[in-house]
């Protein structure tokens, strides 16, 4: 199983279980669409105390997070969200006070995106904490990895490597308070993108969030379009933390692999035909939120890195993977 990969496994093992079921997309999108509900899209994503969070991470944040990234797929689809479902098992040890944290994390963003919690399920054991958040939204024409075609631009929203810049925050000789404090940010509460996706739909031709990594996610729309992604590294959205960091490194093309091979970005990664530019950046406009045009779709298989004058940069490890 570990030598498969994480997607492999998916693909070769629970991607069969979906069949017959149109909506599952044979397990290769954000999300799903229930059968006989018009416009209802589901997803759901598990973190693990010390694999997706540090074991020290304030648990408001941990809360706030597993929430976020569940709405960044509905926002991958276009969706608006409509409601969360909760499994949480707590710690043997936990104490009352880490879980009203907990709770009151899980309020404060409840209420700031306009959604429920319709259900779920609490247990306790073990020595780390494991959420799980299921999230329902609603679309009428949903984004979908497949949609994407050669010749057409690729872009991404926001800025690229801040989230593991963050996890790795207290290694980071050479950046200023001001910039940790930017990458920390990013990487303990990221912003889902619904705004976009929803002005994306109909102008985007595939769509998905970056969770992975930015190369990573570039081949999974890539292989369920049936093209190849071609990224342009020099045209990748950095902060100026990231800038920072990159320009005080002794191997800056390295160190910009490193950013785009890494998880937890949850920015918009999608496709549209070079005819829409002008709408793509008038949608972005409206939904506040800064987009970059990275690359595009071209004939072949994978994903492909080059620098301004053509160089192929090697990428020994697209992204993050479980297995």
Request: with cysteine; aromatic share 4%; glycine share 12%.
């Amino acid at each position: 199983m570990s030598e498969a990969g994480e997607f492999d496994f998916i693909a070769q093992h629970l991607a069969p279980l979906s069949q017959g079921y149109e909506g599952a997309f044979g397990l290769t999108d954000d999300a799903a669409i229930l059968a006989d509900v018009p416009g209802l899209v589901i997803t759901t994503d598990t973190m693990i105390q010390g694999v997706h969070f540090r074991k020290l991470e304030p648990w408001d944040l941990v809360a706030r997070k597993a929430l976020r990234v569940n709405l960044s797929d509905l926002a991958a689809m276009g969706a608006d969200p409509h409601a969360v479902l909760l499994s949480i098992t707590w710690p043997q040890a936990v104490r009352p006070a880490q879980m009203q944290r907990f709770v009151d994390g899980l309020k404060t963003d409840l209420e700031a995106f306009g959604i429920p919690l319709i259900g779920g399920d609490t247990t306790r054991g073990g020595e780390l904490l494991v959420v799980t958040v299921t999230a329902l939204g609603q679309c009428e024409h949903p984004l979908l990895r497949s949609g994407g075609e050669a010749g057409q631009d690729l872009y991404v929203s926001g800025t690229i490597g801040d989230a593991v810049l963050g996890l790795e925050v207290d290694t980071l000789a050479g950046l200023t308070g001001v910039h940790k404090a930017i990458v920390e940010d990013r990487h303990l509460l990221p912003t889902p993108r619904l705004k976009l996706g929803r002005e994306l739909c109909g102008l985007a031709s595939a769509a998905l969030d970056v969770s992975d990594g930015l190369v990573a996610d570039a081949g999974h729309l890539a292989r369920a379009s049936g093209v190849k992604a071609g990224i342009e590294l020099d045209s990748i959205p950095l902060s100026s933390a990231a800038e920072t960091w990159v320009r005080i490194q002794r191997d800056p093309i390295a160190t910009l692999v490193k950013l785009i091979t890494s998880g937890d970005d949850y920015e918009l990664l999608f496709s549209a035909g070079p005819e829409k530019r002008e709408e793509i950046l008038a949608a972005a406009k409206r939904a506040g939120t800064h987009i970059a045009r990275i690359g595009s779709l071209i004939e072949g298989k994978g994903v492909e890195v080059r620098t301004t004058s053509g160089e192929l940069v090697r990428i020994d490890q697209a992204g993050f993977t479980h297995f």
